[in-house]
């Protein structure tokens, strides 16, 4: 089987050309003459890299491939978010969503096939874990947006893809070096050529690898947060059995670079009798004092067989007043994508089929229970 040279590092590319017989002088030029056709210009095969010798294509066509993930369906929602289901074999298929807003567009990447953490309102963590994704997998789901939307060349003007999220299906920090690989091509000014400013890594929690990410890839960092004490988080985000508030909070006071110029985003979806209370709004802001971050509010996007209900309106604007007048910024995230299950938390392989809703619903009456309990007074 041919190496694919998409999701390659330069030096791998290197590598890779001087196994194929291109002389070890010439690998860096023909590396970098590769690397700009490949991600500056989103060559999909060889035959179009014309400044290049037809011999060294035909050699080029012989050895390597430009494999990108193969569309299985594109579904586009009446608000123009865009929803691709892509496959790259038997049973290996995610999901990648690109939202349209005024100024920007925001694509959301997936790092698993399936996910380990079976957060409770969420649709992805009702399918069990397949396998993480390749650096190539990662990147490519950027490059069939780019394909789509006709985004190329990477370095022009007015792109429609400006951010890119590590939000979509899985755990990203639990396919550490994948997830770095591929980061680190989608911020190659050189290649796909965004801001890592633009680029943000969303986890649930893995406390471990926090100040790693930071360290070494450098991305702003989001936390699914959705609670704020632990007897609700165990239940609706068990990571947090492992890696309770108190030390993730701490990584994210000591994350690396954060400042007011780059703080970190709390994500915080709105559960209905859950995590709603203007009390827990109060514990939000106590629980975040001294970190520099933006809570977004997140109404809860059903899916079938759902567990919990989405907060009243009334209720979430009443949460939010509480966390604006902490002093914090948190913005109610508009719902995208509903009617075609793209939007936050709704995302899943079409070929998994529904998982049944009887423990879904007797996991929301503990975790009702617990709410309770936890807002009595002792």
Not at 108 to 119: D, E, K, M, P, W
Not at 171 to 182: D, M, Q, R, S, T
Not at 230 to 248: G, S, T
Request: hydrophobic share 40%; proline share 5%; net charge positive.
């Amino acid at each position: 089987m041919n190496t694919n040279l998409i999701g390659l590092s330069p030096d791998e590319l290197k590598s890779a050309l001087i196994a194929a017989g291109v002389a070890e002088k010439a690998a860096p030029m023909r590396a970098r003459q590769l690397w700009n056709w490949i991600y500056v210009h989103g060559a999909r095969d060889f035959a179009a890299m014309t400044n290049l010798a037809k011999d060294f294509r035909a050699t080029m066509a012989e050895c390597f491939v430009l494999a990108r993930p193969e569309i299985v369906s594109e579904q586009i929602s009446n608000d123009g978010t865009r929803k691709w289901l892509l496959r790259t074999g038997p049973g290996i298929e995610f999901e990648t969503v690109f939202i349209p807003e005024p100024g920007r567009g925001t694509l959301c990447v997936s790092s698993q096939v399936g996910c380990t953490l079976n957060c409770r309102f969420c649709h992805t963590g009702t399918q069990k874990l397949v396998r993480n994704l390749t650096a190539a997998e990662i990147v490519g789901q950027l490059m069939i947006a780019r394909d789509a939307l006709g985004d190329w060349p990477s370095t022009g003007e007015n792109r429609r893809v400006t951010n890119v999220v590590m939000m979509g299906m899985g755990e990203p920090l639990y396919n550490f070096e994948n997830v770095k690989a591929a980061l680190a091509l989608v911020t190659d000014g050189d290649g796909l050529a965004l801001s890592k400013r633009r680029v943000t890594l969303s986890t649930a929690g893995v406390v471990p690898l926090i100040a790693r990410a930071g360290r070494e890839i450098g991305s702003a960092l989001a936390i699914s947060l959705h609670a704020v004490r632990d007897e609700i988080r165990d239940v609706i985000v068990p990571l947090n059995k492992k890696y309770p508030l108190k030390e993730l909070l701490e990584a994210c006071r000591t994350y690396p670079g954060v400042s007011n110029a780059r703080r970190i985003t709390f994500e915080y979806v709105m559960l209905k009798g859950i995590n709603d209370s203007l009390a827990d709004a109060r514990e939000l802001v106590k629980v975040i004092r001294g970190i520099p971050a933006k809570i977004n509010l997140i109404p809860f996007n059903p899916w079938p067989g759902a567990p919990y209900e989405c907060s009243d309106w009334e209720q979430i604007e009443k949460f939010a007043q509480i966390v604006n007048r902490a002093g914090y910024a948190s913005p109610v995230r508009t719902p995208r994508g509903r009617d075609i299950m793209a939007a936050c938390g709704q995302l899943k392989s079409e070929s998994v089929k529904q998982r049944a809703s009887e423990r879904l619903a007797e996991e929301k009456m503990a975790v009702m229970r617990s709410a309770e309990l936890a807002r009595m007074p002792s």
